[in-house]
């Protein structure tokens, strides 16, 4: 018998325990999106899993663009760059993508 792990999801699809990614899941999200990852798709994404195992938590975007500016110069660390990558957005695309939980929604009560 086939035994294939299949991670749980929440209902848009984000894993619910990233420590389940592997990068078959980031092929198979990218391919949702219809996205094929380039050496640069998978810079923001080995960034993201990296500062989660150090911190446990998912890094703001602001935190990556400071990394990227230091390491890679202006024009790898700027939003339109990273939105070029990921056109769906920082936290529904490359998060996803890299296996990060859902980013918490903010509901205002009026």
Same mark, same amino acid.
């Given at each position: 018998?086939?035994?294939?792990?299949?991670?749980?999801?929440?209902?848009?699809?984000?894993?619910?325990?990233?420590?389940?990614?592997?990068?078959?899941?980031?092929?198979?999200?990218?391919?949702?999106?219809?996205?094929?990852?380039? $050496? +640069?798709?998978?810079?923001?994404? %080995?960034?993201? *899993? &990296? =500062?989660?195992?150090?911190?446990?938590?998912?890094?703001?975007?602001?935190?990556?663009?400071?990394?990227? $500016? +230091?390491?890679?110069?202006?024009? %790898?660390?700027? *939003? &339109? =760059?990273?939105?070029?990558?990921?056109?769906?957005?920082?936290?529904?695309?490359?998060?996803?993508?890299?296996?990060?939980?859902?980013?918490?929604?903010?509901?205002?009560?009026?």
């Amino acid at each position: 018998m086939n035994n294939v792990f299949i991670p749980a999801k929440d209902s848009d699809g984000f894993l619910l325990d990233p420590s389940d990614w592997n990068i078959q899941h980031a092929e198979t999200v990218a391919k949702e999106f219809r996205t094929e990852l380039s $050496k +640069n798709h998978w810079i923001v994404i %080995k960034y993201i *899993r &990296k =500062y989660f195992d150090e911190h446990q938590k998912v890094p703001e975007l602001r935190y990556l663009l400071k990394y990227f $500016k +230091n390491e890679y110069g202006a024009d %790898k660390s700027t *939003r &339109k =760059y990273i939105y070029k990558l990921f056109p769906y957005g920082y936290g529904q695309q490359a998060c996803k993508i890299a296996g990060m939980r859902q980013p918490k929604k903010l509901w205002l009560d009026l």
